[in-house]
């Protein structure tokens, strides 16, 4: 069953019926669940699990939908649960609650794919059709000084995947950097982050700080995301004439 | 330069220079630009060519976008160009104007990546790879009954350009179909072409009738496009704040 169905039968569920359901599901089946429910509805589903169980399935979540989720919780809980989770992904969640939600940086996720200067179309390839990046992600990579992560990893440029297609394996990526692509600072605000994307028709952005650090990148499903209200998943939408929706 | 930025330098000149200078660039560089601009701009911009020209320019464009575009003019008008368009782009584009702007149907490019059911991975890369496809396109391919044309060929499936990477140029696009995937519908209004992107995290999706026709595909930059007010590149959207434009 997809994630996003999942979330729609536990949506569908009586509150303590839903409960015990998320309890039998596996940490990362009911992290890709977690992830497709309105907020007030993950809150109430990770406050029923013990603290154990919820930070292993904060750890199983996307960082930026888990940064989400743990801005609605009060205050002592979210600093409980940071501290059982797994350091690194802690750090993850940590430094995306830096940013307001609104902004490039609260809906970015600090795991694209990123590559070394010296890294060839092959080694690109290989990265980008792993089963875990999802294809939004999968279609752009970035090139950085290393360390090779985010956010310390200095910003060199960005190649499409579609362009690497049309190369031998052994060319460097960095010899195909789209040199049009301006990054995203993440302090851009919403607004600024949408018109960035319909401007360049992208599908993924690259987020980079004023030190030219690249914190991470901004998928567009994130950003569709963010556009939508909070409760899209229900009927409300559907009531709305499409020159309020478009013009809210 | 890149066509946003031609569009920013258009949309910054007096209305009179701004004919001028369109009238000199190239039919494929007006038709790019014209993409980037409000409306009423694309109105007012087409309206200054002679017939012939503006047909031409017309032809150049995304068929979506001239849909558009040739919705905001007087009936007449429109008429007249669609009967000086190439046959092909002027059918294209009179069957979007079909559906409703906010609709799958309207928002759709006629154009997707279309394979027989016997094509193989190598097919669809080197389709998928073409430099005229844009990124969100190329990153599913849609398998049909023949003809493999919009909106004739009979829909069989989707298949993910990263699904396809993991496995060698032999193999059949068919054994790899999404079989998670539901297509929209041509009358799927946005609000609910919304929320199917942000459930399913999609950059494009397969628009289906009645009858089994694929009839197009909406790629997520469009959606991004009629999510926005119709002005989004002027500065309106920066006054407000992020609450109103998320829960618009």
């Given at each position: ?5 999942v ?79 797994e ?53 752009m ?57 319909a ?13 030219q ?7 567009v499903?994130?950003?569709v ?14 009531e709305l ?8």
């Amino acid at each position: 069953m997809a994630p996003a169905d999942v979330a729609r039968e536990l949506h569908d569920m009586p509150a303590n019926r839903r409960a015990e359901v998320a309890k039998a599901l596996d940490d990362d089946k009911l992290a890709d669940a977690l992830e497709e429910l309105p907020e007030e509805e993950q809150v109430s589903l990770i406050s029923a699990l013990d603290t154990e169980r919820a930070a292993d399935v904060l750890e199983e979540m996307d960082p930026d939908d888990a940064a989400d989720l743990i801005r609605d919780l009060p205050e002592d809980v979210a600093e409980q649960l940071l501290d059982r989770m797994e350091p690194d992904e802690a750090s993850d969640v940590r430094m995306l609650l830096n940013y307001a939600e609104f902004s490039a940086g609260g809906m970015m996720t600090p795991e694209p794919i990123i590559l070394a200067a010296d890294a060839t179309v092959a080694n690109a390839l290989a990265l980008a059709r792993a089963e875990e990046v999802t294809p939004a992600l999968a279609s752009m990579v970035f090139v950085c000084r290393p360390p090779l992560d985010t956010p310390s990893g200095r910003y060199i440029g960005a190649a499409h995947l579609q362009r690497l297609l049309r190369e031998p394996p052994s060319t460097l990526v960095s010899t195909m950097l789209d040199t049009n692509l301006e990054p995203l600072s993440p302090q851009s605000p919403l607004a600024e982050v949408s018109r960035y994307f319909a401007t360049y028709n992208l599908v993924v952005a690259p987020v980079v700080d004023d030190q030219q650090h690249l914190v991470g990148a901004v998928t567009v499903d994130d950003l569709v995301d963010h556009m939508l209200p909070d409760d899209w998943r229900g009927d409300q939408m559907d009531e709305l004439a499409p020159e309020q929706v478009n013009n809210g």
